[in-house]
């Protein structure tokens, strides 16, 4: 059973910075696509960092770029996000997820081709 949890998450002032970590289990970790998506209170869900499965590509949304850094260690088994100079709008509930399929050239860089997704953890960030 592929499973995915979350942790790191919590309250920061701006300018704060945090790690975020998602554990993964369940299957050949390493041969897939990973993300960090989050979603705030009546918005979509939206992706923030996508790392593919070498870990040497990587993609980020303009609004986060050159703040986060998006990691893994398939040693470990585990993704993080590291998070920097955070603002209050970086306030959500932030998900990770793992998309198993057909193999692509190009991770998706958006949320519905993702098949597997963790509970969520809240970040919140004051000004």
């Known amino acids: 059973q592929v499973r995915l949890v979350e942790s790191g998450g919590g309250s920061v002032q701006a300018g704060g910075l945090l790690r975020l970590s998602c554990s993964v289990s369940?299957?050949?970790?390493?041969?897939?696509?990973l993300g960090w998506f989050r979603q705030a209170p009546g918005k979509e869900r939206e992706v923030v960092a996508i790392?593919?499965?070498?870990?040497?590509?990587?993609s980020y949304a303009d609004s986060v770029r050159g703040r986060f850094t998006i990691s893994r260690d398939d040693a470990k088994n585990t993704m993080y996000l590291q998070m920097s100079s955070l603002k209050p709008e970086d306030t959500a509930m932030y998900y990770c997820?793992?998309?198993?399929?057909?193999?692509?050239?190009?991770?998706?860089?958006?949320?519905?081709?993702?098949?597997?997704w963790g509970q969520g953890t809240q970040v919140t960030v004051s000004s």
């Open positions: 997820a793992a998309y198993l399929g057909p193999r692509v050239t190009d991770c998706y860089t958006f949320p519905q081709p993702y098949n597997f």
């Open positions: 790392i593919g499965r070498s870990g040497d590509t990587t």
């Open positions: 369940g299957y050949m970790y390493g041969h897939d696509c």
